[in-house]
C-alpha cells in the first residue's frame, strides 16, 4: 500500500477508487500465480477471492479507515500549515534582523506608553471603589453660609447618624500621619481616626479580626487599632497570632483586633485605622470644628437631593451646626475631576500608537519590495494567494507580539518612576499597578498592531504575479513603475498621518496639560518637607514642645543650601484641614468656617506667598509678642466684605485674645490642585503653637535628598527616638 504519509490534495480520487484499486492489484497478482499454475482464469479468480477472505468486510474496513485517516489529517492541517508560516515567517525576520529594527523598536515605545497610561487609568478609574455597595455611597457635608462646601464636626455627624431615615448607614474619619514605634525604630505611618461604623461601609473588609465595638468608640475607653494586610506583614513578618499584640501609635499602646485587607483599605494608602473617641476626646463635642469627612450609604431608591434634605433640617438644629448641607457620590468626588484628563492622556498615547502603527507599516511595506522575489518563488511552487498572505501577517503578528512583550518590560521598570512625575493629590495612586488585565490589553494592542502594520505588504504580496516578478527580477528591470508610484505615495500618506496624529496627540497632551497644571498659589519647588510628632508621654506640656520646636528652628537654618526655613501646622495640600469660624470684633456672629493654619515668620518666604498688603508677623511670633493674624482675601465678614489691616478677630483654637490683621497674602489651593482656593487665616506657631505635630519646611538649592538626610539626622540628635 502506499506510505502512511501520503496525502490526497483536492481533486484527487475519492477514497473507494483506491480502495477497489488496491484489492484488485492484491487479487490480480494472485491470479496471476495460479493461471501459471495451470488453474483457468475464471477459477483463479474464485480461488483469489476465497484465499483473500471476506472481500466485502475488508473494502468496507479500508474505506472507513481511509476516511478516518483523512479526517484526522484535515483536523491537523490547519495546526500544522499555521506553525510551518510560523517557523518560516521568524526565519525570515531573523534572516535580517537590522530591517526590522526600527519598526519594533517604534512599536515598543508606543506599547510601553500605552501600558503605563492604561495602569493609570484602570487604578484611578476602573478598579471598583473599597465599599460594599459603593453606588450608594455619598460624601455628605455641612455648608456654610457663603455657598461653600466644608467637612462636618463630629456632634452633627452624631445627629446625622441617628436621626436620618434615608441614610443606611453613616461614618466619618480624619486622615492623618501617626508615630509608631517598630522593632527597626520609631517611624510614621498613613491611618484615619474613624467613628463608628466606618469599618462597616467598607466591602468585606476584614481579613481577620472584627470591627470596633460601640464601647471603643467611647471617650476613655480602651485604645484599639485596625491594621492593614501590608503593615501586618512589613512589621509582624505575617504573624497568625497578631490579634491581641499592641502597636505604640502617639506614645500610647494599642490593642491590635483585626488586620484590613489592602484592597479594602479607605482611605487610599492607609495603613492603621483606630477610633476618634479616645484619641482625640475634645473633638466629640465641638460643633465649629467642621474637620470631619462623612460618608454614608443612603437606602435603595434615595436620591442625594431628598437625603441633603434631610441632613439639612438635622444640621440646623444642632448648635454651631451649618443651616445647609450636601451631598454627592463618592465615586464623583473622588474621580470627576480627574476622569476627564486621564481620558484625554489614554487618547493621545492610543494617537501615537497609530502613528507608530503608520511609520511601522510603511517600513514594513518597503522591506516588502525587497523580497518580491522570495514571495514569487513561492507562489509559483505552489503557494496559493491565501498562504502568502497569512505568511506575511504572520511576521505581523510575531513582530507586535515581541514588540508586546518588550513594551510591558519597559512599562514594568518605567512605571513607578512615572508615578513619581504625577499631581501629588491623584485620588488612589495606590491602586496603581501593571497586573494581568493591563498586560493582556496591552499585548492585545500590540499584537493588533502588527498585523494592522502587516496588511498592507501582505495585500501587495497576495497580488503579486509570479511570473512577472520573476522575469523582473532575472532581467535586472528593478522595481516596477507602480510599485515605486505607490511607495512615494505611501510616503505622502504617511508624513501626513503622522502629522495629523502627532498634532492629535499634542493638543490632547496639552489639554492634559491645562487641565491638571493648576497654580497652587506657592512654589513648591526646592522644598523639603518632614513631619515631626512629639510624644505626648515625653512632652507632656506646651512648654517642651515649644522648647524643641524653637531649638530645631534655629539649627535647621544650617541645613546645607538653606535659603529659609520655617514649622508650620495644616499645611496646604498635604491632607490637613483645620477650620474654625473667626469672631470680628464688633460683629455679633462669627464668620464662615476658615483654614486655620500656624506659622512661624518665614513660612510665607519659603512657600513663595507673596503679600498682597502688609509684612507679615515683623518679629511678633513669640510668646510674649502682640497678637497678630495674616490672612487672605477669601476671609470675609460675616457681611461679606474681606478682613484688612488693622481688623481684629481670633479663631476658635487656644486662646480667643483678638488679633490684629497685620498682612494679607495671595490665596492658596489648601485642598489640592483640583479644588478651589479655600480661605485662609495664618496665625504665630509660637503663640498658638505646643501642638505635639507639626512640619518642618526648608527652601534649599541643595538636593532634597541631601536636606532631608541631614534635617532626619539633626531631628534625631535632638531626639534620638522621635519619628521623622
Known amino acids: 500500500m502506499r506510505g502512511r504519509g501520503d496525502f490526497r490534495l483536492p481533486g484527487n480520487p475519492e477514497p473507494g477508487t483506491e480502495v477497489e484499486e488496491e484489492l484488485e492489484f492484491h487479487l490480480s497478482m494472485r491470479m496471476e500465480e495460479l493461471i501459471v499454475m495451470g488453474v483457468s482464469e475464471e477459477e483463479a479468480r474464485r480461488r483469489a477471492e476465497a484465499e483473500f477472505g471476506d472481500l466485502e468486510g475488508t473494502r468496507r474496513y479500508c474505506r472507513d479507515q481511509d476516511r478516518s485517516r483523512r479526517r484526522r489529517l484535515a483536523l491537523a492541517l490547519p495546526f500544522r500549515t499555521a506553525w510551518d508560516e510560523l517557523l518560516m515567517a521568524a526565519r525570515g525576520l531573523a534572516r535580517k534582523p537590522g530591517a526590522v529594527l526600527a519598526p519594533a523598536a517604534i512599536l515598543v515605545l508606543a506599547v510601553a506608553m500605552n501600558a503605563v497610561v492604561l495602569s493609570v487609568v484602570r487604578g484611578v478609574l ?31 455627624m452624631d445627629a446625622w447618624r441617628e436621626e436620618a431615615r434615608q441614610v443606611e448607614a453613616l461614618a466619618g474619619y480624619l486622615e492623618t500621619r501617626l508615630p509608631m514605634v517598630t522593632g527597626a525604630g520609631p517611624v510614621h505611618v498613613e491611618g484615619a481616626k474613624v467613628t463608628e461604623g466606618f469599618l462597616e461601609l467598607l466591602a468585606n473588609p476584614l481579613r481577620m479580626g472584627r470591627a470596633f465595638s460601640a464601647d471603643e468608640h467611647r471617650v476613655g475607653a480602651t485604645r484599639v487599632v485596625a491594621i492593614s494586610e501590608g503593615l501586618w506583614r ?79 433640617e438635622i444640621s440646623g438644629r444642632i448648635p454651631g451646626g451649618a443651616t445647609e448641607a450636601g451631598a454627592a457620590w463618592l465615586s464623583h468626588r473622588l474621580l470627576g475631576d480627574v476622569r476627564t484628563p486621564l481620558l484625554l492622556l489614554q487618547g493621545a498615547v492610543l494617537l501615537v500608537l497609530l502613528a507608530a502603527a503608520a511609520n511601522a507599516g510603511g517600513l514594513l511595506l518597503a522591506r516588502g519590495v525587497r523580497r518580491r522575489g522570495e514571495v514569487a518563488l513561492r507562489a509559483s511552487l505552489g503557494a496559493g494567494s491565501t498562504r502568502v498572505a497569512a505568511g506575511l501577517l504572520m511576521e505581523g503578528l510575531i513582530l507586535g507580539a515581541v514588540a508586546g512583550a518588550a513594551g510591558l518590560l519597559l512599562a514594568w ?48 504580496g497576495s497580488r503579486t504575479s509570479p511570473s512577472e516578478t520573476l522575469r523582473e527580477s532575472t532581467q535586472g528591470s528593478g522595481t516596477p513603475p507602480w510599485i515605486r508610484g505607490s511607495l512615494e505615495g505611501l510616503v505622502v500618506v504617511q508624513v501626513a498621518l503622522a502629522l495629523v496624529l502627532t498634532a492629535g496627540a499634542g493638543l490632547l497632551v496639552r489639554s492634559f496639560i491645562s487641565t491638571v497644571q493648576e497654580d497652587p498659589g506657592f512654589d513648591p519647588a526646592g522644598i523639603t518637607l518632614l513631619d515631626v510628632s512629639l510624644p505626648e508621654y515625653r512632652y507632656p506640656d506646651q512648654s517642651t514642645r515649644l522648647t524643641f520646636a524653637r531649638e530645631l528652628l534655629a539649627r535647621a537654618a544650617a541645613l546645607p543650601g538653606a535659603q529659609a526655613v520655617a514649622l508650620g501646622r495644616n499645611l496646604p495640600i498635604s491632607g490637613s484641614n483645620m477650620t474654625s469660624p473667626l469672631m470680628v470684633e464688633g460683629a455679633t456672629m462669627p464668620t464662615d468656617a476658615v483654614q486655620v493654619a500656624m506659622v512661624t515668620e518665614a513660612y510665607f518666604e519659603v512657600l513663595g506667598i507673596p503679600f498682597l498688603e502688609g509684612e507679615g508677623f515683623q518679629g511678633a511670633d513669640r510668646t510674649e509678642g502682640p497678637s497678630v493674624l495674616v490672612v487672605d482675601p477669601g476671609v470675609r465678614t460675616g457681611q461679606g466684605s474681606a478682613l484688612s489691616i488693622g481688623d481684629r478677630a481670633h479663631s476658635f483654637f487656644g486662646s480667643t485674645e483678638m488679633r490684629e490683621v497685620v498682612g494679607v497674602v495671595s490665596p492658596v489651593r489648601h485642598g489640592g490642585l483640583r479644588s478651589r482656593p479655600a480661605p485662609v487665616a495664618y496665625e504665630p506657631f509660637f503663640q498658638k503653637g505646643g501642638a505635639p505635630g507639626f512640619t518642618l519646611l526648608v527652601r534649599s538649592d541643595a538636593p532634597a535628598g541631601v536636606v532631608a538626610d541631614e534635617a532626619r539626622r539633626l531631628i534625631r540628635t535632638l531626639d534620638p527616638e522621635l519619628a521623622v
Do not use: C, M
Open 126 to 156: 476602573l478598579a471598583p471603589l473599597p465599599f460594599s455597595e459603593p453606588d450608594r455611597v455619598a460624601v455628605v457635608e455641612e455648608i456654610q453660609d457663603g455657598g461653600g462646601f466644608v467637612r462636618a464636626s463630629y456632634p452633627v
Open 413 to 460: 521598570v518605567t512605571l513607578d518612576p512615572a508615578l513619581a512625575l504625577v499631581p501629588v493629590d491623584l485620588p488612589r495612586a495606590t491602586q496603581i499597578q501593571l497586573d494581568p488585565a493591563v498586560a493582556l490589553v496591552a499585548l492585545a494592542l500590540a499584537g493588533g498592531t502588527g498585523v494592522a502594520t502587516a496588511l498592507l505588504p501582505a495585500l501587495s
Open 234 to 312: 512589613q512589621a509582624f513578618g505575617g504573624a497568625p497570632d497578631i490579634l491581641g499584640r499592641t502597636l505604640e501609635l502617639e506614645g500610647q499602646a494599642h490593642e491590635i483586633v483585626a488586620v484590613v485587607r489592602d484592597e479594602s483599605a479607605f482611605p487610599d494608602g492607609s495603613q492603621v485605622w483606630l477610633p476618634v473617641e479616645p484619641a482625640n476626646p475634645d473633638l466629640t463635642q465641638i460643633a465649629g470644628a467642621k474637620i470631619f469627612l462623612a460618608l454614608a450609604r443612603l437606602r435603595p431608591g434615595v436620591e442625594l437631593d431628598a437625603a441633603a434634605l434631610e441632613l439639612k
